[in-house]
């Protein structure tokens, strides 16, 4: 079956201007995830949807950065006025259900801000 | 802070040799999970531990688990070339919901 996909696998993008970064999760799986990576670092966490809950925010790192879930399926991730320190690969995980803990990894966006 | 931490960050062996990784984390958890990246780009799920479990095998995977030392290895067998990645520790807190992840190790197989 279709595996978790991220659109689009890069962008660059000029500092100050808006960018979206699309995640398509695992048809079904109720649990979605972003992560950051910089380069050589590992992953950190910056939002997390579960079902109809409000989601967990607490790791964006600035309100330039918000994301949205529609329908339970696909999200968005939008950062603002991009900053050349935005540069990363941003990655997006799908669970099954709440309490279970393997996630399912899209190949990610890796984002570059001229 | 990071939740789980890796040890080594960076492990260079030769083919054949096993590679030993190691996972410490700072609070109570449920599970732990470790995972492969190739590439800098998406996470491969390899292995899960539950906290009240001591060991785990798949393949040539090994994972130990010590809570009271709140540490976790993963050690790989026979090591092969295809098996240079970094390697991740994750854990889930005893409260629902994101798993924290550490900064891996990268692991070099030499042919």
């Known amino acids: 079956g279709a595996g978790v996909s991220q659109s689009p696998s890069n962008k660059v993008t000029e500092k100050g201007k808006d960018v979206e970064l699309r995640c398509d999760p695992i048809s079904g799986h109720t649990a979605l995830y972003w992560y950051r990576q910089s380069l050589g670092q590992g992953l950190e966490f910056l939002i997390y949807?579960?079902?109809?809950?409000?989601?967990?925010k607490s790791g964006l790192p600035s309100d330039r950065f918000s994301a949205e879930r529609t329908g339970g399926s696909v999200s968005t991730l939008t950062i603002q006025r991009t900053q050349q320190e935005d540069s990363a690969v941003y990655l997006c995980?799908?669970?099954?259900?709440?309490?279970?803990?393997?996630?399912?990894f899209g190949p990610g966006t890796r984002l570059t801000v001229t | 802070s990071q939740q789980g931490e890796e040890d080594p960050q960076a492990l260079s062996i030769q083919e054949g040799e096993n590679a030993t990784m190691n996972c410490s984390y700072k609070t109570s958890i449920n599970n732990l999970q470790w995972y492969r990246q190739n590439s800098g780009r998406g996470l491969v799920h390899l292995i899960l531990i539950r906290s009240n479990e001591r060991e785990k095998h798949s393949g040539r995977l090994r994972v130990t688990l010590d809570t009271s030392k709140k540490s976790s290895s993963l050690l790989i067998t026979a090591s092969r070339a295809a098996d240079t990645a970094s390697y991740f520790c994750a854990t889930d807190g005893t409260n629902a919901g994101k798993s924290t992840f550490g900064d891996g190790t990268t692991l070099t197989v030499k042919p």
């Open positions: 949807f579960q079902g109809n809950s409000a989601p967990d």
């Open positions: 995980a799908s669970t099954p259900s709440q309490g279970v803990s393997e996630q399912y």
